[in-house]
């Protein structure tokens, strides 16, 4: 059913929520899982090979592969990838170049309500742009 899945990802517990969903569903349906984290927008008005830049990108790759990776479970069929970019618009693009079937986003928690999600506006135009369906996984457990 779902031969691309892309992961909207943030580095909080809701994003980890996320990326667990993510994982489950393309072991299941035997798909490929792209993971993409937006950097700074402001970030852009960097070069591609600015020493800074390149440093940025290098320690969320190291990231990725240090708290992340280790969370796919022998899952590898799965690519990260992260830039400098509005995350929700970023996302939409992403999803239309790789055909991606589904997108999935976590929802952050209203501390004072018990599962109650609540999303951002990134994830509010995400889901008015997206080209595809839109998972929204809930920060409960």
């Known amino acids: 059913m779902f031969d691309r899945i892309l992961l909207a990802f ?13 994982v489950q569903l393309a072991k299941e ?25 390149t440093e940025i990108i290098a320690q969320t790759e190291d990231r990725f592969e240090s708290e992340l990776k280790p969370l796919l479970n022998g899952f590898d069929n799965a690519q990260f990838g992260c830039s400098p970019a509005d995350p929700a618009m970023e996302v939409c693009k992403i999803a239309r170049y790789v055909n991606a079937d589904l997108i999935i986003v976590g929802s952050h928690q209203l501390p004072e309500k018990t599962c109650l999600a609540r999303v951002d506006y990134v994830g509010m135009t995400i889901l008015e742009k997206a080209p595809c369906p839109v998972m929204l996984v809930p920060h409960c457990k």
Request: proline share 3%; glycine share 6%.
């Open 10 to 22: 943030k580095f909080t517990a809701a994003g980890r929520l996320a990326l667990d969903k993510a």
């Open 29 to 53: 349906h035997g798909s490929e899982l792209r993971i993409f984290h937006a950097l700074d927008y402001r970030l852009k008005e960097l070069d591609r090979s600015d020493p800074k830049l």
